[in-house]
């Protein structure tokens, strides 16, 4: 199992990165310098990529390697996949080499890597990388090859540019790199690496498949979380936090597709998942507070972002064509599609800081080590050792009941309803983390039920943020005086869709009351 953190540089600050106090503290000897070429590999319907593996053959001087990796998965920027290696003897991959190394225990590698396959092979894209190499012993003893990557990604006339850092354990502990990413991140700007060279590669087999088509959202939800009744606690949490970061990563608006306003979304469905599973854990796993109040900071920008995106492409798409001619609401739109990639810049802004860099370098760090162990007793420890099945059935219960008392209050002011959509909110991805336990067939109804009145609440919010963003717009615009009748005749249409809703909202609540808790 390969392990390595990999860490994004501006080619700006390469110079400074090689003649860093701690490369030359920690390096046991000069770096070595390899000019590499590698060609990725894979038949016409992407099997190996379908298979969740990657096949390269690397030519460093006169050698050629091939290395297949293939399962694990990247959280926090830690990149940990199986590797097989060897020699081949000229460009082309050695299937039979590769089954021989992968073994029959792989059910995957037995249609990726048989003759048929290996008689469909072609090359897909290519890289052309510098690489800088130096061996280090950090202060803990860790051994890890600390590498700077530069170079392109290409497919035919198409190419990126690489420019990063991986940092590989060899022997000692994984939470070592995080403490030297974060040690380095003191004095360059660094942001973490969630794509590998494959990735981007791939992207670029697509873009050119696509030609001038437009390209599809990379956004990505969130995968299926497999927990088991008997599982313990702690596991159960660390699967959970870990599905959410990892929703949070694939959605890093500052990596790819910075415009996309579904993987912003996306993203930001990730830390609302996250913060929920912080709440959902707290009577046994308290975040620090520290990192909690760096997961508000990053939430709130990016719910800010969201806010104006949903304004400026949904919510005013719903206005009817003004019939007076005073009215403008083409004008309105605008102002607020301006005002949404402002703010949307803004998000990515943050999440390409430093400080973002150093929220998920930390959290991940406090993940990897259990640091919510640290000053605990035995009975918290024994706490945490419970089967997930009992605990699971009380938060659930205890979600229930937040919910009912709320929603007792749904029909009384715009607070109450917001109350109650945040209780619904919560007790969705509560069940949702938790539906592997009991099934779909035995959740579906209820789920179903409790998501129809969370995003009919979730409507209703929409149209009440949006008279407060109006509002703001209005403030903001030098020609307001222009804009003031379209904006007030938008925020009266609005005001009007609320109070239709609210009939709505009584039947989808009577429906969730009807239901039964999953078992």
């Not at 096949?55 to 050698?63: A, S």
């Not at 890890?144 to 000692?172: F, Y």
């Not at 007793?377 to 937040?402: N, S, T, V």
Request: aromatic letters at 6%.
């Amino acid at each position: 199992m390969e392990t390595e953190l990999k860490l994004l540089l501006s080619p700006a600050h390469t110079k400074a990165f090689i003649a860093h106090p701690l490369i030359q503290r920690h390096a046991l000897a000069e770096p070595r310098l390899k000019d590499q070429t590698g060609t990725y590999f894979d038949t016409p319907e992407l099997l190996l990529r379908h298979s969740d593996a990657g096949l390269r053959v690397r030519r460093t001087g006169n050698e050629f390697i091939q290395t297949l990796k293939a399962g694990g998965g990247v959280s926090g920027g830690l990149h940990q996949r199986n590797e097989w290696e060897s020699q081949v003897e000229g460009e082309a991959p050695d299937l039979a080499v590769l089954r021989e190394l992968v073994g029959n225990s792989e059910g995957w590698a037995r249609k990726a890597l048989s003759d048929q396959t290996a008689a469909q092979l072609l090359p897909i894209f290519s890289t052309r990388i510098q690489r800088l190499v130096w061996d280090l012993k950090l202060a803990d003893g860790a051994e890890v090859e600390c590498v700077l990557d530069q170079g392109t990604v290409e497919h035919g006339t198409l190419k990126v540019a690489i420019c990063e850092i991986e940092l590989e354990l060899k022997s000692g502990e994984a939470h070592s790199l995080f403490d030297f990413a974060l040690q380095l991140l003191q004095d360059l700007p660094l942001r973490i690496g969630i794509q590998s060279k494959a990735q981007r590669g791939y992207t670029l087999f697509h873009q050119a498949r696509r030609g001038d088509a437009p390209a599809p959202s990379s956004a990505s939800r969130a995968r299926p979380l497999l927990l088991t009744r008997k599982m313990p606690l702690e596991q159960a949490f660390v699967s959970v936090a870990g599905n959410c970061l990892e929703q949070i990563q694939s959605n890093d608006i500052a990596d790819q597709d910075s415009t996309d306003i579904e993987r912003l979304h996306q993203m930001r469905v990730g830390l609302r998942r996250l913060r929920s599973a912080f709440t959902l854990f707290d009577e046994v796993i308290a975040l620090p507070p520290a990192l909690a109040g760096e997961f508000d900071w990053i939430a709130e920008r990016i719910g800010a972002a969201r806010d104006w995106d949903v304004l400026a492409t949904q919510t005013l798409d719903t206005l009817p064509p003004a019939a007076i001619s005073a009215i403008d609401l083409d004008a309105v739109r605008t102002a607020a599609r301006i005002k949404a990639a402002s703010m949307h810049a803004e998000a990515v802004t943050a999440v390409a800081s430093p400080r973002y860099t150093a929220l998920v370098l930390q959290f991940s760090r406090w993940l990897l080590d259990a640091g919510w162990r640290v000053g605990l007793d035995q009975e918290a420890l024994d706490g945490l050792a419970q089967p997930l099945a009992r605990f699971a059935r009380q938060m659930l219960r205890r979600d229930e009941k937040r919910l009912a008392k709320r929603g007792a209050h749904i029909e009384e002011d715009e607070r109450a309803r917001h109350r109650t959509r945040i209780a619904a909110k919560k007790m969705r991805y509560d069940i949702e983390f938790f539906q592997a336990l009991y099934g779909e067939k035995s959740s579906r109804p209820y789920l179903k039920a409790l998501a129809r009145l969370q995003d009919h609440l979730g409507i209703l919010n929409d149209l009440a943020v949006a008279d407060g963003l109006l509002q703001q717009l209005l403030e903001q615009q030098q020609g307001r005086a222009r804009l003031a009748p379209s904006i007030a005749y938008a925020r009266g249409f609005l005001a009007g869709q609320t109070r239709e809703g609210q009939e709505n909202t009584r039947r989808l609540w009577k429906k969730w009351k009807a239901q039964e808790l999953p078992q």
